[in-house]
């Protein structure tokens, strides 16, 4: 064989395709929760209908586009977790290709949307996530998943899905109940 490619740009390491969406990469990670109304309404300030409404919508004007990942901004939130514990920032990119879900969980059989609770659920297919090699060994990356009580791949992807859950949620419910734009106002017309 006179010449041999190893790599032909298929495999999308450190990029987002729809491969990643669709296959999966890595760990395959689905967090989930369920939010009572009150917490939605007090820590959120929104309530579980309204946050759900504007995530669909959010999705659907994603998918219109073309968007590969159908999230907010977990791409932010995968982000500080990498610096955080020694993964390789690049892999953000391919990371990210995930899917939020917001749905109401009716309670006591009521129809009343108003009294529905928050169901939650974020699932990211190909979180490129290691525990040993590259940076994981330095001593402040190591300390942190001590902290943690983390001690394979698989448990520190857990925490990762968490966080980016968690990240999620608070990220909608800034937009949907304006916060977000306020507080960039407040900030940059004083």
């Given at each position: 064989?006179?010449?041999?490619?190893?790599?032909?740009?298929?495999?999308?390491?450190?990029r987002v395709s729809v491969i990643h969406t669709l296959l999966g990469k890595g760990h395959s990670m689905v967090a989930e929760c369920k939010v009572p109304a009150d917490v939605v309404k007090n820590v959120l300030h929104t309530t579980?209908?309204?946050?759900?409404?504007?995530?669909?919508?959010?999705?659907?004007t994603n998918e219109f586009i073309g968007g590969i990942s159908c999230t907010a901004h977990v791409a932010n939130g995968l982000a500080a977790f990498y610096l955080a514990s020694g993964q390789d920032p690049a892999c953000v990119a391919e990371s990210q290709a995930a899917v939020t879900h917001f749905d109401l969980e009716m309670r006591n059989g009521s129809t009343d949307l108003n009294e529905a609770d928050l169901y939650a659920s974020m699932t990211l297919n190909s979180l490129i996530i290691a525990s040993v090699g590259g940076g994981t060994q330095l001593p402040a990356f190591k300390a942190a998943r001590?902290?943690?009580?983390?001690?394979?791949?698989?448990e520190l992807a857990e925490v990762c899905a968490a966080v980016a859950l968690?990240?999620?949620?608070?990220?909608?419910?800034?937009m949907e109940s304006a916060e977000f734009t306020k507080a960039h106002w407040n900030m940059t017309h004083k």
């Open positions: 064989i006179p010449e041999m490619y190893i790599e032909g740009g298929f495999n999308t390491g450190k579980p209908h309204r946050l759900q409404r504007f995530q669909k919508m959010h999705n659907r001590s902290m943690m009580g983390i001690k394979s791949a698989n968690g990240g999620e949620m608070s990220f909608y419910a800034a």
